[in-house]
């Protein structure tokens, strides 16, 4: 893996991330675990009335978690962005990772070729953006309406 610093500890903590996503999935598809109680209501918006950037992240989480993409989307679609730029961090790297291990065996091979994506200060701006830009829209709604 020819990955630098970063995106290693990017893929361990990713690693972690799947595990823990993967024992909430579980548990909420199997009625065991309910996310939204997980959570105490957002402060910001029972004291301001107004929403925070963060409004929606747990209901975003258990509609990507129960395949209602389009809701989750819409109670938060930074979740849908991270959850999409997770899958092809981690899908992009495990490939590099297992190309790369037959890579002695098989230096012809053009999949060993293939580089993990790599982190760019972009793709967190473009974040940060989304949740700027989801929350001026839920409050100018709240605030005409």
Do not use: W
């Not at 929403?51 to 389009?70: E, N």
């Not at 190309?99 to 053009?110: D, H, I, L, T, V």
């Amino acid at each position: 893996m020819q990955q630098n610093s970063t995106e290693k500890i990017f893929y361990k903590i990713g690693v972690i991330l799947f595990a823990g996503g993967l024992f909430f999935f579980i548990g909420q598809i199997s009625g065991l675990i309910n996310v939204t109680s997980l959570f105490p209501p957002c402060f910001f918006h029972a004291f301001t009335g107004y929403y925070c950037p963060g409004c929606g992240c747990t209901r975003a989480v258990k509609c990507l978690f129960s395949g209602d993409i389009i809701n989750s989307f819409l109670n938060n679609p930074t979740i849908l962005y991270f959850a999409i730029m997770y899958t092809i961090f981690m899908g992009s790297h495990t490939i590099e990772m297992v190309c790369k291990k037959g890579k002695r065996a098989a230096s012809s091979n053009p999949l060993t070729k293939i580089h993990g994506i790599r982190f760019r200060p972009i793709y967190v701006y473009i974040g940060l953006a989304i949740i700027l830009i989801q929350c001026a829209i839920k409050d100018y709604i709240l605030a005409t309406h």
